[in-house]
């Protein structure tokens, strides 16, 4: 089966860097997504990496090893507002969308 | 800028009864989707089209319809609504597919309840 594997939740410090990672097992891969969830709001967009390597957008980036099925997101400068889900989704040989559950980050003062 | 646009934001249903969710947008995508989200799981995909007139199913379409007869409009229709489907509904769009264009447009949800 195809599966999507993301920490549930995790706890970071104001101003600090915190890195989610996923790890999936897809058929085939078409590339991995980051999005971004507020409580109660919609997903929007973070990244997209199809290829291995670090994309860097700002404060944050997100690194794909495809022969390690492994990606992480980094979130440099931690602000209150990061505080959210963030879910990763690979786009398998179908394209279709595999999503994880998601991992609730909870910024602290 | 109105983007993706769900109707209603809120519903209450009574098991067995009938209802219609409605997705539009104004950004003349191809692809539309919709998707429910549940707490501890993943986004999954209920039920997809490729442009108008065209439907395909996703991974949980049991229980659902759907029909995409304007390209701007992809509605999703309960026929006789159960407590499982007491979820939350995210329509999506993309001018193509995701993996060439990299993102998914959605609209803001629809939280539905089945009592």
């Known amino acids: 089966g195809q599966n999507i594997d993301q920490p549930t939740e995790m706890t970071a410090t104001e101003g600090a860097i915190v890195q989610i990672n996923c790890t999936y097992q897809t058929s085939g891969f078409n590339g991995l997504f980051w999005y971004q969830q507020h409580a109660g709001e919609a997903p929007t967009f973070l990244s997209y990496n199809v290829l291995d390597g670090l994309e860097e957008k700002g404060r944050f980036s997100s690194f794909l090893s495809r022969s390690k099925g492994y990606s992480y997101l980094l979130l440099k400068e931690l602000q209150m507002k990061d505080s959210a889900s963030y879910l990763c989704a690979v786009m398998d040989s179908n394209y279709q969308l595999i999503w994880g559950a998601g991992t609730k980050l909870i910024i602290k003062p | 800028n109105a983007g993706v646009t769900q109707t209603p934001k809120f519903r209450v249903l009574k098991t067995g009864q009938s209802m219609t969710l409605l997705c539009a947008q104004d950004?003349?995508?191809?692809?539309m989707y919709w998707y429910r989200q549940d707490p501890g799981m993943g986004l999954r995909l209920i039920h997809y089209?490729?442009?108008?007139?065209?439907?395909a199913k996703g991974e949980v379409p049991d229980g659902y319809n759907v029909s995409r007869l304007k390209k701007q409009n992809f509605l999703l229709g309960l026929e006789s609504a159960a407590p499982s489907q007491t979820s939350v509904y995210f329509c999506?769009?993309?001018?193509?597919?995701?993996?060439?264009?990299?993102?998914?447009?959605f609209g803001e949800g629809s939280r539905l309840t089945v009592l």
């Open positions: 950004m003349n995508h191809e692809y």
């Open positions: 999506a769009s993309t001018p193509g597919l995701a993996g060439e264009t990299g993102e998914l447009f």
């Open positions: 089209s490729v442009g108008e007139g065209t439907t």
